[in-house]
């Protein structure tokens, strides 16, 4: 990596950096000498309040949210990673973690510095974090539990006792109802309790655990084990790089054991109304027996993830078909099929999957495509992709960084690792292309992560499944050639039939709006409009912060994102709660 950064100490530049920083915000120092004249702020929580990413005249906002955040005490940080010579989105330059304090708690930022010509080391991008609450730092390391309760007193109820009270709720509410037991609400979940907040989390599954013990047989997480730690209990080091589904389950119903997270299964969340006067939910939800309780929550999160409510499209003639017609979400087991002909509608990561999965059991399956799809080889494209999120020592830090991005570097981040897995995947979509299966690198080459965080689908990571169409050994029709649905199967427009006992309809999900729509009414899912997705800023839309209905939250996303901005979501809730 070439720069132009001189050969003094790079401590050194970052402290005098730091320092003049400090002297801006008291007012003593010329924006002009801290901010490169293009520059990026992103703030999450620390200034704002809220995450916000900010590209016009940023002194000035720093400035003016400083006058209630009251920025002290800012130093290097010791025990993170130290200042050095890095290259992001393909401009060198001097990567800076520092900390400080704030009214509201201590905070940590990165600030990444290019020299730029007769004026010295500016920041080009500038990220600040919340990190722990003054009233409320999360009960670990010197904050940890003394557990005195448990050690020294021997009447009256044990930790088992107060758990099973604690989970029952016969007397009480809890602060926050958490809808969706799976990566997004049991991170939140643990990340709550640390903050003294008293949480439930429901899920029409009966055991944590269930939304990946039972989906379909053969199925392992297609990214690396690195990136999927949950929050204060990462994986042992010994488990294989993709963990098959059945072995996460079991985590997650250990994770809540040891987590101490109150989970209510077989109870699905059907329904509730704001009451402004006492500002809470009256939440109703549904338990295994059939009877409905009803809660009253201050906060209600919905963390059913980007997938929600299946969608099932209209197509011509499916209703004459007189097979077995399903959503691949009610997928499970390719026995279920044994001697049988399936026709699958979709592309993407769960169509290839289901597919795959079918044909090893020796069942005739043909995909259907309707729209061009991103393509990535595990390995070496996906595994690359991976690799490169693993920029610091700690994974603490590799979430830091990876927070601190602001999106046009994010943008250009995701361009430039596509461009390596074109290359890397060139013979693989060559030989895609052959077969007729149309493919794509998403909008402007920014690759499968984007299209995850813009649609939530429309890739597929190649375990294997690209290999079986372009041998033949699972067949591959266009949409476009076909002619619709008849008794036996689907029509194609040369008169040709694909014969069929089953169609299953890997057509993704519908939105979280309409997932809210129909438990909440127009009123609100109008009021908060579309959830996930990239808005002007580049924030991700009503996701992890305030939305238009107070005491409404949403959480989504892989592991990683979940690991990250469970903390930033409990810290908000803990602040609200402290403020009612």
């Not at 119903?253 to 109150?262: C, R, S, T």
């Not at 996906?382 to 994010?410: F, I, K, R």
Request: charged share 20%; glycine share 8%; net charge negative.
């Amino acid at each position: 990596m070439t720069t132009t950064f001189s050969d003094t100490d790079l401590r050194t530049d970052a402290q005098a950096w730091i320092d003049g920083f400090s002297r801006f915000l008291a007012a003593e120092l010329s924006p002009t000498a801290v901010f490169a004249p293009q520059a990026y702020w992103r703030d999450v929580l620390a200034f704002t309040g809220d995450l916000r990413t900010f590209s016009d005249e940023i002194p000035a906002e720093v400035l003016r949210r400083q006058e209630l955040t009251k920025a002290t005490n800012i130093r290097i940080a010791e025990e993170r990673t130290p200042p050095r010579l890095v290259e992001r989105a393909g401009i060198p330059c001097l990567e800076v973690i520092f900390e400080f304090d704030t009214l509201a708690g201590s905070a940590v930022g990165v600030a990444r510095l290019v020299d730029v010509p007769e004026h010295g080391l500016l920041v080009r991008s500038l990220f600040t974090t919340l990190d722990q609450l003054t009233d409320h730092p999360e009960r670990t390391g010197e904050h940890r539990p003394v557990g005195q309760a448990d050690s020294s007193k021997f009447g009256g109820p044990n930790w088992l006792d107060r758990r099973v009270a604690a989970q029952a709720y016969e007397n009480r509410d809890p602060d926050v109802l958490i809808v969706g037991g799976g990566q997004s609400g049991l991170t939140l979940a643990a990340r709550l309790g640390q903050l003294d907040v008293d949480a439930l989390v429901v899920d029409t599954h009966a055991r944590p655990g269930d939304n990946w013990r039972t989906r379909y047989h053969a199925l392992t997480l297609h990214n690396a084990v690195w990136l999927n730690d949950l929050p204060y209990m990462p994986f042992p080091a010994t488990w294989p790089q993709f963990v098959p589904k059945d072995k996460l389950a079991g985590w997650f119903e250990a994770y809540v054991e040891a987590m101490e997270i109150n989970f209510w299964g077989t109870t699905a969340f059907i329904g509730g109304d704001y009451d402004e006067q006492s500002q809470s939910w009256v939440a109703r939800v549904r338990r295994g027996d059939g009877t409905v309780r009803t809660l009253r929550p201050k906060h209600v999160v919905i963390a059913t993830g980007v997938s929600g409510i299946p969608y099932v499209p209209e197509l011509p003639g499916l209703s004459q078909f007189t097979g077995r017609t399903l959503h691949s979400s009610e997928y499970d087991d390719a026995n279920d099929f044994a001697g049988q002909r399936v026709v699958i509608i979709g592309t993407g990561n769960s169509a290839h999957d289901v597919a795959q999965d079918l044909h090893a059991h020796g069942i005739d399956v043909t995909m259907v495509q309707r729209s061009s799809t991103t393509i990535v080889s595990v390995d070496p494209s996906a595994a690359a992709a991976d690799a490169s999120y693993l920029t610091a020592p700690t994974l603490e830090d590799c979430d830091l960084l990876s927070m601190a991005t602001v999106y046009p570097d994010l943008y250009t981040g995701s361009q430039m690792i596509t461009a390596t897995m074109k290359e890397l995947d060139k013979d693989l979509i060559a030989a895609l292309n052959r077969i007729g299966f149309r493919t794509d690198y998403g909008e402007e080459d920014t690759g499968q992560q984007m299209k995850f965080m813009r649609r939530g689908g429309g890739y597929y990571l190649n375990v294997g499944c690209s290999d079986l169409l372009i041998s033949g050994q699972v067949g591959l029709v266009q949409y476009a050639d076909t002619a619709g649905f008849v008794p036996d199967g689907l029509s194609l427009t040369n008169g040709d039939v694909v014969e069929a006992d089953a169609v299953i309809l890997a057509t993704g999900y519908q939105t979280q709006q309409e997932g809210i729509r129909a438990l909440l009414g127009d009123e609100i899912a109008d009021a908060v409009g579309p959830i996930w997705g990239y808005d002007d800023e580049g924030e991700v839309r009503n996701t992890w912060r305030r939305t238009a209905q107070r005491g409404l939250w949403f959480s989504s996303g892989n592991f990683q994102l979940c690991r990250i901005y469970s903390k930033v979501l409990a810290m908000q809730i803990r602040t609200e709660l402290d403020n009612d």
